[in-house]
């Protein structure tokens, strides 16, 4: 996914991002020792003032667990042991080692397995909620920092923020089915469960409240809170869930991690047979640059979106198994199933694919003809078979307006395929399974020129090239929960401060009571999801959802037609095919989103 930036735009990221961290260096108030106990030892934070003007403590890259390197290289992580002296957390640690999807340089580094926390009071009267953040990026890119995730608009309401790092890419997800090797997979999602278990450990030496956690992740994030909601390992760890943009329902979530072992290491130089135990041996002696480098190669100019390294079904059971089964199967009897949650999408999510598909218009023109890309894997298990087709048709008939079909077109399809659909199976798995727990659905849609994140240069890196363009892309709520290295500080009379605080104080009102709904909503009132009975079905009803623009208004989901369609691809053809993707084959979706 990664986007070649011009050389001037990636002049102004870095100048952006030393003017942010100067500024963060003259609003760090040194006149104060800062200091935590946790249970592996001492901690030396920082005092920060907010581009508000708040006080609050700022604890970074503080280390939940030994440094993954070594034999602990795609392995589950293991606790951090305890040190003498106080340790300096005034500062943001290195990044997982990744590609860096804006220059395609590697950054980071392995010993990377950090939280940050930050809150604006030590020693509260009443233990606070904490709010423990997952971010995104394709489980191949993404970082915990302050720059990208900063806690300036959430330490203005009295909870605690904590962010944390986890591996990703094939460090993060390398699966292999020899049990003898103890690499089933998934060692990034184990990071995450490591890290939930340091927050309990630790959470009242900040002020927090260990029973009260609130999980919430974006795009792949959201997609790796949604896996820990259905995995017994993380039973007990948080007590409420939102996810943006991101479901474990959809065909992007889960990979064949195994059967990209022997390319990665052909990638690196690998000559020998393929045999895991021989291939594990080779990557081990790697640089971990260098396993970066050929995991970038997995992928062809085709079919780049491909996550060649993501979430799996383990192989074999361990002590630290997460997935275990198929998300189908788990979503029945899942522990997260009595859990309160928010989970929503923005109103034009593909428009985070203009870039690409500007780049390549021959491409998504292909993909438009037919739409069999598009026909999710549950609904038609052959691509290429009649049936597929006829859902695919089915599917252009809503989606494709002319010809030939549109850029328009493409951002809506990609927004129904890769987010909207997968929410719907979410939620009706949710109304089927969570009966006895309040979901409640938000549609983001609140476009804005004037505060923006760096995820937004991937696809349209100024005003003019979005100007036009209505709805709101994949990442553009981030812009109104985190402060980041290209945010400046809004007027409290405009627009864009006015969404942003009822962004914030919708996510820590659900956060502290498990319902976002408080007095200062108005008349507004966000209602939970409705259960159906036999016989109101999805045919007949609609979806109820918290419209967040200009102003807040419950209202009847926009995209609730189209999804009618999509839910009705299962009932075309009751009896399937056998499955000749090979089990759950992402390739469709990397050839979607380009």
């Known amino acids: 996914m990664a986007y070649v930036l011009l050389e001037q735009q990636k002049l102004d990221f870095k100048l952006r991002t030393l003017e942010f961290k100067l500024n963060q260096w003259q609003r760090r108030m040194t006149d104060e020792d800062v200091t935590a106990k946790i249970h592996t030892g001492k901690i030396r934070g920082s005092k920060r003032l907010s581009i508000y003007n708040k006080v609050y403590y700022s604890f970074e890259h503080i280390p939940y667990a030994l440094p993954p390197t070594g034999d602990l290289r795609f392995r589950a992580p293991k606790p951090m042991t305890s040190w003498n002296h106080v340790k300096d957390c005034s500062y943001n640690g290195p990044k997982c080692i990744q590609l860096n999807p804006m220059d395609l340089k590697i950054d ?89 278990k340091w927050v309990k450990r630790n959470a009242a030496c900040f002020g927090g409240n260990p029973d009260n956690v609130t999980i919430f992740g974006e795009s792949a994030g959201g997609c790796a809170v949604h896996l820990l909601t259905l995995s017994e390992h993380a039973r007990g760890l948080f007590h409420r869930v939102i996810l943006q943009s991101g479901i474990a329902t959809g065909d992007w979530a889960i990979s064949d991690c195994a059967s990209r072992a022997y390319e990665l290491a052909q990638n690196a130089g690998y000559k020998g047979e393929n045999k895991e135990r021989l291939i594990l041996k080779y990557l081990l002696k790697l640089p971990a640059e260098e396993i970066v480098r050929a995991e970038s190669k997995c992928v062809t100019r085709h079919d780049r979106e491909l996550f060649g390294f993501a979430p799996c079904v383990e192989p074999y059971f361990t002590a630290h198994t997460v997935i275990c089964k198929s998300v189908e199967e788990l979503l ?263």
């Open 332 to 594: 029945p009897h899942a522990w997260g199933n009595s859990l309160p949650m928010i989970l929503g999408a923005n109103s034009l999510e593909g428009l985070f694919f203009k870039r690409r598909a500007v780049m390549f218009p021959e491409v998504y023109q292909k993909l438009l003809e037919t739409c069999t890309h598009y026909v999710p894997k549950s609904a038609a298990a052959n691509q290429e078979s009649p049936e597929c087709i006829e859902k695919g048709q089915k599917l252009r008939k809503i989606h494709v307006k002319g010809d030939p079909p549109s850029l328009e077109d493409m951002y809506e399809i990609i927004s129904y395929s890769l987010y909207w659909h997968p929410l719907q199976k979410a939620i009706e798995a949710r109304l089927k399974y969570a009966r006895k727990a309040p979901t409640f659905l938000y549609r983001f849609d609140f476009h804005s020129n004037k505060l923006i994140n760096p995820f937004r240069l991937l696809y349209a890196s100024s005003e003019e090239e979005t100007n036009g363009q209505s709805g709101v892309a994949h990442t553009e709520e981030l812009s109104f929960l985190f402060s980041t290295v290209l945010a400046k500080p809004m007027e409290r009379q405009s627009r864009e401060y006015n969404c942003l605080k009822s962004m914030i104080s919708l996510w820590t009102h659900f956060a502290e009571t498990g319902n976002p709904n408080s007095a200062k909503m108005a008349d507004i009132k966000w209602r939970p999801l409705q259960d159906r009975n036999s016989s109101n079905s999805i045919e007949s009803s609609t979806y109820k959802c918290l419209n967040i623009g200009d102003e807040l208004k419950f209202i009847d989901l926009p995209e609730m037609e189209k999804l009618k369609v999509w839910q009705s691809l299962y009932e075309m053809h009751r009896t399937m095919p056998e499955n000749t993707r090979g089990g759950v084959d992402v390739t469709s979706y990397a050839k979607s989103s380009l």
């Open 108 to 196: 980071g580094s392995e010993d990377c397995l950090f939280v940050n926390v930050y809150t604006n009071n030590l020693k509260p009267i009443k233990p606070r909620a904490i709010m423990f953040w997952v971010h995104g990026g394709a489980f191949q890119f993404g970082e915990a920092s302050s720059e990208y995730y900063g806690p300036e608009y959430f330490i203005e309401k009295d909870i605690i923020l904590i962010t944390v790092q986890y591996r990703v890419g094939a460090l993060g997800f390398l699966s292999l089915n020899e049990p003898g090797l103890h690499t089933p997979g998934n060692a990034g999602l184990k990071d995450i469960i490591l890290a939930l």
